[in-house]
């Protein structure tokens, strides 16, 4: 019984967008499959699941190596045009101002966009550290992000 509630555990976070345990045990219920909070919360942890940030700011659960469901690009540069300020570099590091609140929301969308040359992201309240291979990424990088929010 146990395999077969991980095994719906694991459909049910890659087919939908789960905020909270109890969420997990509705759908669970759904498919016929009883359990207590309590060994959901256990199975949360044998099956290494983590809460990973959505584009419009939630946290849903997720595999560690599951990326979050394709949204579209029109919905990533909308987010990122709203939010940022200001977007400039220093040697391989690439600094993104943005409204106080929205950092973690726009790293989530650029971690989504997946850059050639980025290494990592790293979001503050209001501010984003990117971190490329070398400055000529990070000027590549800043002028194609400054293009995107020349263009509204």
């Not at 809460?51 to 946290?59: D, Q, V």
């Not at 209001?126 to 400055?135: A, K, M």
Request: aromatic content about 4%.
């Amino acid at each position: 019984m146990k395999q077969l509630r991980h095994k719906k555990i694991l459909e049910i976070i890659s087919e939908n967008e789960i905020c909270t345990q109890e969420g997990i045990l509705e759908k669970l219920l759904e498919v016929g499959i009883t359990a207590t909070q309590a060994t959901v919360s256990r199975d949360i942890k044998r099956l290494n699941l983590i809460k990973r940030l959505t584009p419009e700011g939630k946290y849903v659960y997720a595999t560690q190596n599951q990326k979050p469901k394709a949204t579209s690009n029109m919905k990533l540069k909308s987010v990122f045009i709203e939010a940022v300020i200001k977007v400039d570099y220093a040697m391989n590091t690439a600094v993104i101002k943005c409204n106080t609140g929205m950092g973690n929301a726009v790293c989530a969308t650029l971690d989504l966009m997946e850059w050639d040359g980025v290494v990592g992201t790293l979001a503050g309240d209001d501010t984003i550290f990117v971190l490329l291979r070398n400055e000529e990424n990070a000027r590549r990088y800043t002028e194609k992000l400054n293009r995107l929010l020349e263009e509204n």
